[in-house]
């Protein structure tokens, strides 16, 4: 595995935990983003981190991405529409 960005670190304390943080450069070169799910694994020589998916929209996020034209709007029924039993 070659290095494509490297820089030195030190590891510190975060309450009970210890932490390190992803610098910007790093974080870009990575493709790394605020929320997103990482996969955390020991492996020989060291700690190797991988994206596991994407991140997790805020709820401002999703509403802003709504657009009822593209998602079909609401529907307000003024009746039963279906096999509804009262």
């Known amino acids: 595995m070659t290095a494509i960005v490297s820089v ?11 932490a390190v943080r992803i610098t910007a ?8 983003t605020r929320g997103q799910p990482i996969k955390v694994e020991v492996v020989e020589g060291g700690v190797f981190l991988r994206t596991a998916g994407k991140p997790k929209l805020t ?4 509403l802003k991405a709504y657009d009822p ?3 079909g709007g609401e529907v307000m029924a ?9």
């Open 8 to 18: 030195d670190q030190t590891i510190q304390e975060w309450g009970n935990g210890l």
């Open 25 to 32: 450069k790093v974080a870009k070169a990575a493709r790394f």
């Open 59 to 62: 709820l401002a996020q999703k």
């Open 69 to 71: 034209a593209t998602h």
């Open 78 to 86: 003024t009746g039963r529409v279906g096999p509804e039993v009262f």
